[in-house]
């Protein structure tokens, strides 16, 4: 319904679009939303839904400008927004009026970032200025953004740069600086924003598809003049009471006060300087794996490999007290409000910490190196990931039982997955009657969710999995794209008549290698169901352990 409703007020929006001369009376806010539609509008119409909240939050224009770039996306789900242009709107007592058009432009292109800015600054005139970043996001490796119809292009951390740099926000800061996207509370994000802004309000790990509810501007109807760190927290509630605090979704969003980020990132260079001085690398490695990491998935997957930072000097308490206390001191000045719904406390900040990415490390390193961060931190960093590569005879982390189906007499094929090694009878999950094997990416307060391996209509995504209190034998929340970077913000449905078909791992334990292999394709039938049930036919169990350094082994016992 509420999809409906956002296309039936933007079609009658439409018929009364026109271009309006800007207003040159300064306001209490300006605030810019650069709107990169990408695969979420053109499949899902999410940017059409946010759209509609901002028309319907009520917002009155004699107390903000609100500007929205609408581009990025190979087609809108709307008639009033057009597919083969990038245009500036003006968002005015519920209606959307034409600005300028920028004509088909790159929003992965720093100049489109920059020249946005520029327009909305000399002709919106403001007291405050507030930036929102509307799209996927990727952590402080891959960025912001995918532009469709310019093949994926994406803005990195040095990008935003250059356009904050050339827009002049350096001489005009941002009251605040805002991610509507995923992984972008990072502190390489927030050092880089210093310059540019006053506060940044960002999620540290996946959001929903909905992202931020834009009914949050109604907000300035009562208290224009609030600064960014009042409606930073107005933001971050509207967000989390949108999808409920008992939510079976990811939930992470936070308020960071820039003028004091740079001290997180000193007192993490004395953490990791003192970390490569005194400690041996197995140990270091140990507890890297245990520290919460962001945005993971299958090991088809890309890894993010951002982590939070107050778990990161938790883990190293015990060895460095008093630099992990600094902190964890750092960064409860630095970030004034945070909501999540995580397992374990999160304390709103993350950080590039090479581990599951290891495979793609040289270019990342050589990525994070060019941001130019703590000198002590990214020496850390290289020098983690040499003996990454190195060390392979570490203690095992984690050990998962294995349920193998022999296709020769070396080569056994994994079909399902589970986080015990207990000796009772197992059932083993089944889709629509395939078995499937389950990865698990991360747990929240009320859930816990695992990553398929699969091929959807000719796409590799991962199929997430939630298994609640509300369903224990598991939910299918849909299906994510296995993008090069930036990780994909919601899940797509699974659709009646789509072809899926999902990956096995093929070990050869006389080689010691591994192989995908993709099972039979099927037509999907209405919809997905789990069930559980046991091994059927020849199968042997056996073991997945995975060691401190991120490397797994397996085992098999032949009956």
Known sequence: MK????????????????????????????????????????????????????????????????LILTGGTNRWLNDAIPDIECIIWALEDGWLNEQKSMGLVNMGNPETLRDFIKFSMANYPAHKYGLIMWDHGGGSIAGFGHDEKFNNASLTLLDMVNAFEEAGLRNQKLEFLGFDACLMATVEMAVIATDYAKVLIASEDLEPGE????????????????????????????????????????????????????????????????????????KLAKRRAFTKTFGEG??????????????????????????????????????????????????????????????????????????????????????????????????VAHTELVLWRPISKEIFRMEGLLQTNTEDDFLWPKINGHPVVMFPIVTTAN??????PAKINNRDVDIIVSFSNCFPNGRILGSRDILENVIQKGYDPILHGDKLAFFYIDYDFANDSETWFMGLEFKVQNQLTITWEPAQGLHHLGFRYTNAGRDVEYSVECN
Request: charged share 20%; hydrophobic share 45%.
């Open 298 to 395: 299958s090991p088809r997957d890309n890894y993010a490999d951002m982590v939070d930072i107050g778990d990161m000097a938790i883990q190293l308490y015990d060895l460095f007290p008093n630099e992990a206390e600094k902190v964890l001191q750092a960064l409860e000045k630095c970030v004034v409000y945070n909501r999540h719904n995580s397992d374990i406390d999160l304390f709103g900040l993350s950080t590039f910490y090479i581990y599951g990415g290891k495979s793609q490390g040289v270019p990342s390193l050589r990525t994070y190196t060019a941001l130019n961060m703590n000198e002590n931190y990214t020496d850390y960093l290289h020098d983690f990931f040499q003996n990454l590569t190195k060390h392979n005879a570490m203690e």
């Open 447 to 452: 859930a816990r969710k695992y990553a398929i």
């Open 211 to 282: 992202g931020w509810d834009y009914h949050f501007l109604s907000v300035l109807n009562e208290t224009p003049d609030m600064d960014g760190f009042a409606l930073g927290k107005v933001i971050v509630d509207t967000f989390i009471d949108f999808f409920g605090q008992d939510s079976d979704e990811i939930l992470t969003l936070s308020v960071a006060d820039l003028a004091y980020v740079n001290h997180v990132m000193d007192a993490m260079g004395s953490l990791m300087e003192a970390a490569y001085v005194d400690v041996n690398f197995h």
């Open 3 to 66: 999809k409906i409703i956002a296309i039936v007020v933007l079609i009658i929006l439409a018929l009364f679009t026109a271009a309006k001369i800007p207003n040159s009376t300064t306001k209490p806010y300006t605030i810019m939303i650069y709107m990169n539609g990408s695969d979420l509008e053109s499949d899902f119409g999410l940017a059409t839904d946010d759209l509609a909240e901002m028309l319907d939050s009520g917002l009155k224009s004699k107390n903000a400008n609100v």
